[in-house]
């Protein structure tokens, strides 16, 4: 089992450039989200799907889209990027007991 | 609106001291809470639950009601112990259930 796989680990992006990142499922959760962490701030959610199809959005969406094709994908896009998303992403999963399974995350820095 | 509170952004101690990782949450029901530890460069990986009352790698946490908190104690740190360390609750919105994370606490232990 790889458990949650995202990738890339590292990109840089110049300021309106657009990119996907792809975060994959093995554990066949239903549950599904993307966080950023930004040094002082902790862990802040970006959007979140409770299932194939379904999405919905966390505290801090803006500039981010994301979709939910399948229950083991869970991708999210930068429509045009900014300095300010210059973070690292973190997606995980949610199992049976409410834990989350975290994958190794996307050093993002935008230019 | 449910919150997780870790007042101290950082801890500093010496290896076999006692350590205490202090947090506060607001949460209107029963809550459900963690705490994830993430090593330097690493994803975030759950240390231990409330519900589970259980002990991993010396460390134990136990929910107090009353003063709505949820401390991560050890009696002697040790330095393979210095993460960053994150308070969490489960959170329900909406009827769907979200992780509410703290915005951690970078401990380090000291030789």
Redesign the interface.
Known sequence: NAGVTQTPKFQVLKTGQSMTLQCAQDMNHE?M?W?RQDP??????IH?S?GAGIT?Q?EVPNGYNVSRSTTEDFPLRLLSAAPSQTSVY?C?T?GQ?????????TRLTVT | AQRVTQPEKLLSVFKGAPVELKCNYSYSGSPELFWYVQYSRQRLQLLLRHISRESIKGFTADLNKGETSFHLKKPFAQEEDSAMYYCALISTQGGSEKLVFGKGTKLTVNP
């Open positions: 549950y989200s966080y002082g701030m902790g862990l802040r959610l979140y409770v919905d966390g973190f995980a949610i007991y409410y834990e989350q399974y975290f994958g190794p995350g």
